[in-house]
């Protein structure tokens, strides 16, 4: 669910536009309002689920979403693949509650532009926002891993993909979109059984072990055809 709080029109040059999503609705409400004192910056809405955030952003396409990382419904590696698959302009910061959380890599690999820790002042949000509104990236020094996996994760994900078979690659690309095993398994007419063996076997090959690391590599895969 999310509050709308304001219905800037992204037609004339104005405010940074933001939307702010997190679980926890109070949260939400209290990074809601450190931003929206001040007047550089205008808060679109304020959720409190990835699914509302996620709906939110493509109504409104903000110049920055502001979101935890910890979302249960819809987490950051869904949005960040969603706002890649429509081609949104929107830069994602997120929430995190540690520097070694493996979602922190894996948001950073596919697109995230800052990560903010929960613990940090609330000023520091304000400084984040405008810096990457305006193209510059926030890795915290408590995280100095998180540049140079972004960087290898972009690396690998080009020849580590190609070492695939056709139907890996194609799971593999299909899981940066956020689909279940079920929905991959409906979309290429396969079981559900299938899909977790063809998983299993992309896990090894590609040396991850987990569901968002492969995001990460697939992602990064799609980028560098890009670039």
Known sequence: MCSQISTLSKALPGPISVIVADDQAMRSDGIASVLGAHTDIDIIAACNSGKSA?????QFVPDVAVLDIGMSDLNVLDVLSSI???????????LAAAPNDHEVTAAVAMGARGIVFKDAARDSIVDCVRDVFNGKHWFPSAAPDIVSERRIARKRGKPLIKALTARQQ?????????????QLGEQLNLTEGTVK????KIYRRLGVRIRAALSALAMASRASRKS
């Open 170 to 182: 194609q799971i593999a690309l299909l899981v940066c979109n956020g689909l279940s095993n079920r």
């Open 197 to 200: 063996v063809h998983l299993h």
């Open 84 to 94: 890649a698959a429509d081609g949104f302009r929107t830069k994602v910061v997120c």
């Open 54 to 58: 996620a709906a939110a952003i493509r």
